[in-house]
Protein backbone atom coordinates (compact mmCIF):
# COMPACT_ATOMS: atom_id res chain seq x y z
CA UNK A 1 0.00 0.00 0.00
CA UNK A 2 1.41 3.17 -0.67
CA UNK A 3 0.06 7.13 -0.51
CA UNK A 4 1.19 9.48 -2.73
CA UNK A 5 0.68 13.39 -2.31
CA UNK A 6 0.89 16.32 -4.95
CA UNK A 7 0.12 20.18 -4.82
CA UNK A 8 1.10 20.18 -8.44
CA UNK A 9 -2.00 21.93 -9.97
CA UNK A 10 -3.28 19.87 -12.92
CA UNK A 11 -4.58 22.59 -15.58
CA UNK A 12 -5.93 25.87 -13.49
CA UNK A 13 -8.87 24.62 -12.02
CA UNK A 14 -7.98 21.77 -9.90
CA UNK A 15 -5.00 19.69 -7.98
CA UNK A 16 -4.36 15.96 -7.15
CA UNK A 17 -3.98 16.15 -3.22
CA UNK A 18 -3.69 12.36 -2.77
CA UNK A 19 -3.41 9.25 -4.57
CA UNK A 20 -4.37 5.99 -2.70
CA UNK A 21 -3.26 2.39 -4.08
CA UNK A 22 -3.51 -0.94 -2.74
CA UNK A 23 -3.45 -4.07 -4.36
CA UNK A 24 -7.32 -4.06 -4.36
CA UNK A 25 -8.53 -0.62 -4.60
CA UNK A 26 -7.28 3.11 -5.98
CA UNK A 27 -8.35 6.57 -5.69
CA UNK A 28 -7.27 9.86 -6.41
CA UNK A 29 -8.76 13.13 -4.51
CA UNK A 30 -9.38 16.19 -6.35
CA UNK A 31 -10.02 19.33 -5.06
CA UNK A 32 -11.60 22.50 -7.28
CA UNK A 33 -12.71 25.89 -7.27
CA UNK A 34 -16.56 26.55 -7.76
CA UNK A 35 -16.62 26.95 -11.36
CA UNK A 36 -18.90 25.76 -14.80
CA UNK A 37 -15.23 25.01 -16.50
CA UNK A 38 -15.34 21.43 -15.78
CA UNK A 39 -14.46 19.55 -19.02
CA UNK A 40 -10.85 18.91 -18.27
CA UNK A 41 -11.86 17.72 -14.52
CA UNK A 42 -14.49 15.23 -16.13
CA UNK A 43 -12.18 14.04 -18.82
CA UNK A 44 -9.80 12.76 -15.90
CA UNK A 45 -12.11 11.57 -13.85
CA UNK A 46 -13.43 8.80 -16.82
CA UNK A 47 -9.83 8.00 -17.64
CA UNK A 48 -9.94 4.87 -16.96
CA UNK A 49 -13.73 3.83 -18.28
CA UNK A 50 -12.20 2.38 -21.61
CA UNK A 51 -15.41 1.26 -23.10
CA UNK A 52 -16.68 4.72 -25.35
CA UNK A 53 -20.56 4.20 -24.95
CA UNK A 54 -20.04 3.64 -20.69
CA UNK A 55 -17.58 6.93 -20.88
CA UNK A 56 -20.26 8.93 -22.38
CA UNK A 57 -23.02 7.86 -20.16
CA UNK A 58 -20.97 8.34 -17.12
CA UNK A 59 -19.56 11.76 -18.71
CA UNK A 60 -22.97 13.14 -18.62
CA UNK A 61 -24.36 11.94 -15.13
CA UNK A 62 -20.58 13.51 -13.97
CA UNK A 63 -20.99 16.85 -15.69
CA UNK A 64 -24.84 16.97 -14.43
CA UNK A 65 -23.77 15.76 -10.86
CA UNK A 66 -21.00 18.78 -10.65
CA UNK A 67 -22.64 21.09 -12.60
CA UNK A 68 -25.49 20.97 -9.61
CA UNK A 69 -22.98 21.14 -6.92
CA UNK A 70 -21.56 24.25 -8.26
CA UNK A 71 -24.91 26.05 -9.06
CA UNK A 72 -27.32 24.87 -6.43
CA UNK A 73 -24.50 23.63 -3.92
CA UNK A 74 -21.92 26.24 -3.69
CA UNK A 75 -24.44 28.88 -5.46
CA UNK A 76 -21.10 29.32 -7.70
CA UNK A 77 -19.12 30.80 -5.42
CA UNK A 78 -15.88 30.59 -6.70
CA UNK A 79 -14.63 30.84 -2.90
CA UNK A 80 -16.21 28.27 -2.34
CA UNK A 81 -14.30 24.39 -3.38
CA UNK A 82 -15.61 21.05 -4.83
CA UNK A 83 -14.27 17.85 -3.51
CA UNK A 84 -14.28 14.95 -6.21
CA UNK A 85 -12.93 11.07 -4.55
CA UNK A 86 -12.62 8.93 -7.71
CA UNK A 87 -12.41 5.13 -6.26
CA UNK A 88 -11.57 2.44 -8.31
CA UNK A 89 -12.14 -1.37 -6.86
CA UNK A 90 -12.07 -4.68 -8.73
CA UNK A 91 -15.72 -5.02 -8.85
CA UNK A 92 -16.80 -0.75 -9.20
CA UNK A 93 -16.15 2.54 -10.25
CA UNK A 94 -17.08 4.96 -7.97
CA UNK A 95 -17.20 8.70 -7.78
CA UNK A 96 -17.74 11.09 -4.55
CA UNK A 97 -18.75 14.61 -5.43
CA UNK A 98 -18.72 16.90 -2.29
CA UNK A 99 -19.58 20.55 -2.18
CA UNK A 100 -19.75 22.94 0.95
CA UNK A 101 -23.43 23.63 0.91
CA UNK A 102 -26.01 22.92 3.04
CA UNK A 103 -27.16 20.25 1.16
CA UNK A 104 -30.40 18.42 -0.37
CA UNK A 105 -32.79 17.76 1.62
CA UNK A 106 -33.76 14.03 1.75
CA UNK A 107 -37.21 14.93 0.23
CA UNK A 108 -36.03 16.69 -2.86
CA UNK A 109 -33.65 14.35 -4.26
CA UNK A 110 -36.42 13.30 -7.07
CA UNK A 111 -35.38 10.42 -9.26
CA UNK A 112 -38.06 11.28 -11.87
CA UNK A 113 -38.67 13.90 -14.54
CA UNK A 114 -40.84 17.10 -13.83
CA UNK A 115 -44.40 16.59 -14.74
CA UNK A 116 -44.72 19.78 -16.91
CA UNK A 117 -41.90 18.87 -19.69
CA UNK A 118 -41.22 22.49 -20.22
CA UNK A 119 -39.78 23.08 -17.11
CA UNK A 120 -36.04 24.86 -17.20
CA UNK A 121 -34.57 22.57 -14.01
CA UNK A 122 -35.98 19.28 -12.44
CA UNK A 123 -34.60 16.52 -14.73
CA UNK A 124 -30.43 16.65 -13.11
CA UNK A 125 -31.10 13.81 -10.23
CA UNK A 126 -32.90 11.70 -13.33
CA UNK A 127 -30.16 11.95 -15.79
CA UNK A 128 -27.76 10.89 -13.05
CA UNK A 129 -29.84 8.29 -11.30
CA UNK A 130 -29.87 6.45 -15.31
CA UNK A 131 -26.02 7.23 -15.67
CA UNK A 132 -24.85 5.00 -12.43
CA UNK A 133 -26.12 1.74 -11.45
CA UNK A 134 -25.67 2.64 -7.54
CA UNK A 135 -26.75 6.65 -5.92
CA UNK A 136 -26.11 7.53 -2.44
CA UNK A 137 -26.51 10.70 -0.52
CA UNK A 138 -24.61 11.68 2.79
CA UNK A 139 -26.78 11.91 5.46
CA UNK A 140 -26.40 15.94 5.51
CA UNK A 141 -27.08 16.06 1.49
CA UNK A 142 -24.24 17.81 0.21
CA UNK A 143 -22.27 14.62 -1.19
CA UNK A 144 -23.00 12.25 -3.47
CA UNK A 145 -21.70 8.70 -4.30
CA UNK A 146 -21.86 7.65 -8.05
CA UNK A 147 -21.20 4.26 -9.06
CA UNK A 148 -20.56 1.83 -11.94
CA UNK A 149 -20.55 -1.65 -11.95
CA UNK A 150 -17.94 -3.78 -13.52
CA UNK A 151 -18.62 -7.09 -15.12
CA UNK A 152 -15.85 -9.83 -14.72
CA UNK A 153 -15.65 -11.89 -17.95
CA UNK A 154 -13.75 -14.80 -18.63
CA UNK A 155 -11.61 -14.97 -21.80
CA UNK A 156 -10.39 -18.18 -23.59
CA UNK A 157 -7.75 -18.56 -21.44
CA UNK A 158 -9.80 -18.57 -18.16
CA UNK A 159 -8.40 -15.51 -16.87
CA UNK A 160 -10.50 -13.37 -15.41
CA UNK A 161 -10.70 -9.61 -17.17
CA UNK A 162 -12.64 -6.65 -15.62
CA UNK A 163 -15.13 -4.93 -17.91
CA UNK A 164 -17.31 -2.15 -17.29
CA UNK A 165 -20.63 -3.06 -17.49
CA UNK A 166 -24.12 -0.75 -17.49
Not at 113 to 118: A, G, M, Y
Not at 149 to 166: P, W
Request: some cysteine; aromatic content about 10%.
Amino acid sequence: MRLLSSEKAVGHFYKLISFFVSSRFRWADFILPSTLQLAPLIELLIEPVDCKETSQKIQLGLHEALVNAVKHGNSEDPSKNLRVRRILTPNWFVWQIQDEGDGVPSAGRFTCLPTDLEANSGRGFFLIHNCFDDVRWSRRGNRLQLACRRKTQINYEGSQDLLLHL
